[in-house]
């Protein structure tokens, strides 16, 4: 609001009185010009009656004694009043005397007086008629009503100027310092407007209170709100720097899979080159960025069934820039966005190192540090997971149990290092004998077991078992001029209708194995359908 | 009735203050009794003639008996009938009916004047005139 503007509005103010003042004296013209015509025209009346009550008694001698000479004088003395614009006078005896002013006549209402006789009983013996002149009240009316009009227009026009000048000076004027004021403060600021002290009680007084109060509440609410935001860009920062430098890579998936958002760091997890961080944007996230993308789309379509955080150990697909077998540990939700639509938040972590650790600690774990083959628990828990996979397919596998023979005797000739050198020269041979896929495991001191994946033709199996007979008989060198021989017997059970547990196979293999150990050792025994236990016998260089 | 007779002349024998008037005109006039009003517009210069039409002359009195005929004509004082008069002298064209200094000298008119009507205390009334109307007061 400017200065021009204020004063317009004072201007308006005048402008508007003045013409209130106008419309409201030709009002009052109009008004009093009608009252004051019917008063001036009833005065008229009253004056006329009044005249004709003066000359009624010479009219009637006139009338009554047919004088027309006092007739005349009487009419003439009428018509001397500005009121009378014509006068008769009739009498019973062909007395008819009229006088009249020029001018025109407008039709009026007569004042007629019936003449009584002045003698006897008061017979009528004729009348008096006066016409009242119209334009005299018309002027009449006329002039008051303007003298009223100009009345009105002074009294108003007077009292509106006396007005505007209390309104400029007791309201108009703190009200233009008050505004100015106001204007000139910005919100917030500590300024206030000054106290009006002619104004102390009334309601500009409590106007400039109330907008210094209000002035207070604004810079109250200001200092909060700046607080506030400090605070809020603090927090941000702190999150903003979370996000950007976490070690957890975040990122944004649309309901296709689709990366929508990510942190800094996600390149950096997923092993991008530094240029191409930003490549995966609107890109399919599981094909780029892992090594498979089956596991992440079923982790996928996990989160959106149960709606719950679901989490995985995936490897990640090799971008030539981090070492090979990279792993990340991913944690998914199911989310919905602002316009509803399904989407998918996930935080990876590199997890390669502690896998690796992981790894390190399972392979300790599961295999026997002298010969480098799995141990006991280890074959048991993978061949459970096997056999029950293997229910669901048509796959047979094949379980052997093997015991060495004469182990104890060379164990016992040439000391432990001795026997140390047999096992692990035994476990290598045996490996060898088997296909890489297929599994060797040392069960304990001279027990060995091998599981044959997924065997086909079952008919290897003998082969196998026959090969490997030949193989661990060989002599074993043992030192200078030292050499050690060892035999071993096999019991073979297969996977079939008759052994489905793991249970079952090692029973049945153990049985065959004793049906060897029995009939002469160095052989191999395989229990068929029927229970009964096949040997066959495998006679090699240095019988025992 | 003896008793009474003193009282009876006493009554008659009273100043005529009150008494009637009597209107009277030429023993020849034969016009029938008009009502008051016709002699009223008469004496006071409103009509000049009787109601058959022939020429009326009033004749009046500067006696006593003049305010007791107004008086029982128009039931006006005379301070009326004679401002009425002066109004109509002004105007200088009429003027009021002629004055006579008495009774006697009325009759010795009407006697001699066919057209002559005037007014007398009836006790002076003879045979040679005609009363017209005998005006109570």
Known sequence: MSRRKQRYLHRKLAVSVFWAALLFAVFIAILSFFAEFKRASDKNRVMLAQLLDTVESTAAIAAYSGNRAIGEDVLKGLLRNDIVHEARLQADQSLDLRLARDGPSVAQTELVRTLHSPFGEGEAIGTLTVVPETSFSLEEARDSALLGALNSAAVIGLTAMILLVLVRNSLSRPLTKVSDALHAIKAGEAERLDALPQNQNDELGQLVQDINSLLDKVQEKFKDERRLLRQIQAVERQLRSIFENTSAGIFLLDGRGRLQAANPTLGRVLGLPAAEADALLGEDFPGQAFATAKPFIALMRQADECGQVVAADLPLRNHGTASANAWVHCLLSRHTDSEGALCFEGVVYDITERRALEMSVRHEADHDPLTGLRRRQAIERDLATLLEAAQASESRHVVMLLDLDNFKDVNDSYGHSAGDIVLVETARRLRSCVRASDWVARLGGDEFMIVLVDCVPLGRASDIARHIVYAVTLPIPLGPQQEGQVGVSIGIAIHDQAHQTLGDLFQAADLAMYEVKRQGKNGYGMAGPDGVVKVEKIGTGRAS | ?137
């Open chain 2, 1 to 137: 009735m003896r008793r009474l007779l003193p009282l009876a002349a006493s009554l008659l024998l009273a100043p005529a203050t009150l008494a009637d008037v009597a209107v009277i005109v030429h023993a020849k006039n034969t016009i029938a009794t008009p009502p008051p009003k016709e002699v009223q517009d008469i004496f006071l210069g409103r009509t000049r003639a009787f109601a058959d039409g022939r020429f009326a002359m009033p004749i009046d009195q500067s006696s006593p008996l003049r305010a007791e005929f107004y008086q029982a004509l128009t039931a006006r004082p005379i301070e009326q009938i004679n401002a009425y008069w002066a109004r109509l002298l002004f105007s200088g064209q009429a003027s009021p009916p002629r004055q006579l200094a008495d009774d006697a000298a009325v009759l010795k008119i009407v006697r001699e004047n066919e057209a002559a009507i005037g007014y007398v205390d009836p006790a002076h009334i003879d045979r040679s005139v005609r009363v017209l109307l005998l005006l109570k007061p």
